[in-house]
């Protein structure tokens, strides 16, 4: 479906997490991509994801637009049970994993 796939490095994230300590409310309210309801979580989401990435030494990380339930729920979908279920039928989860480009059985 030509999704969007995204990339960021520590020293990026740095500079972003720095940018969101000094920025105002309604600077961050303009942040392509970020909901203006959820401006007061970006800067303690960057502070927490750089303290993750730093501790465990990960040089990049690759995300995509979405929700963190929604990625959690795909994660362990994959892990578990894409390939193994003979079937998906809950209307939800294949609405789900047909968004993200994955073939459901019918």
């Known amino acids: 479906k030509g999704k969007q796939q995204l990339r960021i490095s520590v ?3 740095r500079e972003l ?3 969101l300590a000094e920025s105002s409310a309604p ?3 303009r942040l392509p991509g970020l909901d203006p309801r959820r401006e007061d ?9 750089l303290a993750c990435m ?10 995509e637009p979405g929700s963190l339930r ?7 979908l994959i ?4 390939g193994r279920t003979p079937r998906v039928t809950h209307p939800v989860i294949t609405q789900l994993l047909e968004a993200n480009g994955y073939a ?3």
């Open 27 to 29: 600077d961050r309210t």
């Open 11 to 13: 020293r990026p994230l």
């Open 70 to 76: 929604e990625g959690i729920v795909m994660d362990y």
């Open 17 to 19: 997490v720095a940018w």
């Open 104 to 106: 459901v059985p019918r």
């Open 41 to 49: 979580l970006a800067l303690a989401t960057a502070v927490t994801l």
């Open 79 to 82: 892990r578990h049970h894409l």
């Open 54 to 63: 730093e501790m465990c030494k990960i040089a990049s990380i690759r995300y």
